[in-house]
């Protein structure tokens, strides 16, 4: 397993203008959003989950998308940026892959 690497301020800074920019777009989606959260603020996914209260495990399972996170646990991980949990508009390209709902 390769050595996790701090990032430098300017990667920092870098990754919290994309992040920025992806929330501004309505492209932010789980679990991407969650490693750009976490990558914004330059820690590993053990100084995350710790900050968050949860395991190391968890925010893995929660970034490779294999997690069913509770609405108070994405409520947690958005507060540190400034997101709130809701609803955001498809775009044209998800309306094609059209949901069984529809």
């Not at 509770?70 to 508009?89: C, N, S, W």
């Amino acid at each position: 397993m390769a050595r996790w690497k701090k990032p430098t301020k300017e990667e920092i800074l870098e990754h919290r203008r994309n992040l920025a920019e992806q929330a501004r777009q309505g492209a932010l989606r789980l679990p991407g959003a969650v490693v750009e959260i976490r990558k914004s603020f330059g820690m590993t996914q053990e100084e995350f989950s710790k900050t968050l209260g949860l395991t190391r495990r968890q925010v893995a399972e929660i970034e490779a998308g294999t997690a069913n996170p509770t609405l108070e646990t994405l409520d947690k991980i958005g507060r540190l940026f400034g997101f709130a949990v809701g609803f955001v508009p498809r775009t044209p390209r998800e309306d094609a892959a059209k949901s069984p709902f529809n």
